[in-house]
């Protein structure tokens, strides 16, 4: 039985590393700290479900005890997508879910994704649970709540094949890298009336292949292999718990989410003339104008699934969308993320193509950087970006953006350093439309960031 650990308790979930701060004694808590808060929100009932991971029994089955010891019923999905959780908080007799997941993380971690009377939980409302274990006094409900298992595969799936039409047949790769969504992804892309190559679509929560995150190039190197070899036209992957997307063209590039956002905000925009399209800080900067271009109004805003799905909620805006591959449809949908329900979206398009690389390939873009790393030690990435946004000087009239982070704009690029919310490190990106420009950009970050800290240990 371990000691309740702050440190599990996240910006957007909660998690932790199996045996060292997370065990199902920790689950249990959690699960009763919740269904209180669920029921001080009127909410009788919590749909719950978990993914591959080997944790994931032992943990789902403590957090069901937890919320049945706080009076409230269970609904358990089993073995699902995380998305599959949030449909069910639409269609069923509740609108809290959790989700038993470890999303993209190794092995060894498992987490919940929480979802708190219609709202995805972040911030204080999770440091709140933590409060609530605390001061907890170990009673429980005089009526202990009700637990059953409900199968909602199926109706997923009718869902979006009722939503989803496709304009011709297509072949695809898909690779699930052993997540959870290689239960769910063949079935649905077969029911499209694809012809589907599965890769790693076996749930094995040891991830004997390559980890299941598509936001980085090494773990889409099988998948590129694929398309390659074969005759599919195009390339699908997905993150450990479903609810991120990648995509591979037939040569190989990887059209990276902000891309893939820029065919998705056309498509809503031409039933949603003049709408909002919802965009995180780490964005191209060709986002923008696209979005003007096909009739929408561009608000870029915080990096976080769960603040840009409030963000969704309190503009009405019909999509939103994250570098790090969360799409969020309120067209047709339900304002959650889903990477599969946008694989299926991005089919939809592209199947009107002859071609759908050449498409893809010719969405706009620059020189850009993956995600890059200032490692630090815990506490030191806030401080040090506080430091950045009061004292950083940039030569120039450049646009300096400060929603998350230090975005600056130039004539010819962008540059950003925001402070993760999950781990201690500054995030950097950069992009332009030169590699000089490029250069340049990272090199006036680069002083900035040692005129602050002259021992920072960049990666680039």
């Given amino acids: 039985m371990l000691p309740l650990s702050r440190t599990i308790f996240k910006a957007y979930d909660i998690r932790g590393i199996i045996a060292k701060t997370l065990d199902a004694s920790v689950a249990h808590k959690i699960g009763q700290a919740f269904g209180q808060a669920a029921l001080a929100k009127g909410e009788q009932r919590v749909v719950i479900g978990r993914d591959g991971r080997l944790s994931g029994p032992e943990l789902t089955a403590a957090l069901a005890q937890g919320l049945q010891a706080?009076?409230?019923?269970?609904?358990?999905?089993?073995?699902?997508?995380t998305p599959m959780v949030y449909f069910g908080t639409n269609v069923l007799d509740t609108r809290s879910g959790i989700m038993v997941t470890g999303s993209h993380n190794p092995p060894d971690y498992n987490g919940f994704k929480m979802v708190l009377a219609g709202e995805a939980i972040h911030g204080e409302a999770i440091q709140?649970?933590?409060?609530?274990?605390?001061?907890?006094?170990?009673?429980?409900s005089a009526k202990p709540?009700?637990?059953?298992?409900?199968?909602?595969?199926?109706?997923?799936?009718?869902?979006?094949?009722?939503?989803?039409?496709?304009?011709?047949?297509?072949?695809?790769?898909?690779?699930?890298?052993?997540?959870?969504?290689?239960?769910?992804?063949?079935?649905?892309?077969?029911?499209?009336?694809?012809?589907?190559?599965?890769?790693?679509?076996?749930?094995?929560?040891?991830f004997p292949n390559h980890h299941p995150d598509p936001a980085h190039p090494e773990n889409l190197q099988d998948l590129i292999r694929c398309l390659a070899e074969t005759d599919a036209e195009i390339g699908i992957a997905f993150d450990g718990d479903g609810?991120?997307?990648g995509v591979v063209t037939k040569d190989g590039q990887i059209i990276y989410?902000?891309?893939?956002?820029?065919?998705?905000?056309?498509?809503?925009?031409?039933?949603?003339?003049?709408?909002?399209?919802?965009?995180?800080?780490?964005c191209t900067r060709h986002l923008a104008p696209w979005i003007s271009k096909h009739g929408g109004v561009p608000l870029m805003y915080k990096t976080g699934h769960s603040l840009v799905k409030a963000k969704l909620r309190e503009t009405g805006a019909p999509l939103g969308g994250e570098m790090s591959g969360h799409i969020f449809f309120k067209d047709r949908w339900y304002g959650f993320d889903d990477g599969l329900y946008s694989a299926a979206r991005l089919l939809e398009i592209l199947t009107?193509?002859?071609?759908?690389?050449?498409?893809?390939?010719?969405?706009?873009?620059?020189?850009?950087t993956p995600e890059l790393h200032l490692e630090l030690k815990e506490g030191e990435n806030v401080a040090l970006m506080d430091m950045l946004r009061r004292d950083a000087v940039f030569p120039g009239n450049e646009q300096i953006i400060t929603i998350d982070g230090l975005r600056v704009e130039y004539a010819d690029g962008f540059g950003l350093a925001r402070s993760s919310n999950t781990t201690p490190v500054i995030v950097m990106r950069f992009e332009a439309e030169t590699p000089q420009a490029l250069a340049r950009i990272q090199g006036q970050f680069k002083s900035v960031i040692l005129a602050a800290k002259p021992d920072a240990v960049l990666p680039f």
Avoid: W
Avoid at 70 to 81: K, S
Avoid at 130 to 138: M, T, V
């Fill in 128 to 140: 709140a649970l933590y409060h609530s274990i605390e001061a907890h006094d170990g009673s429980t």
């Fill in 352 to 368: 009107r193509e002859a071609d759908p690389s050449s498409l893809l390939n010719s969405l706009p873009q620059s020189d850009s």
């Fill in 70 to 81: 706080a009076g409230v019923d269970v609904i358990d999905l089993g073995v699902v997508a």
């Fill in 257 to 282: 989410p902000d891309r893939q956002m820029m065919l998705f905000a056309a498509d809503v925009l031409t039933r949603h003339p003049g709408a909002q399209i919802l965009y995180d800080v780490k």
């Fill in 243 to 245: 609810d991120r997307l």
């Fill in 145 to 206: 709540g009700a637990y059953a298992t409900h199968d909602i595969r199926a109706a997923y799936l009718e869902r979006i094949l009722g939503d989803v039409k496709l304009a011709r047949p297509i072949k695809i790769a898909v690779d699930c890298g052993n997540g959870v969504a290689g239960a769910f992804a063949g079935d649905l892309f077969r029911g499209m009336g694809c012809e589907v190559i599965e890769l790693f679509c076996d749930v094995d929560g040891n």
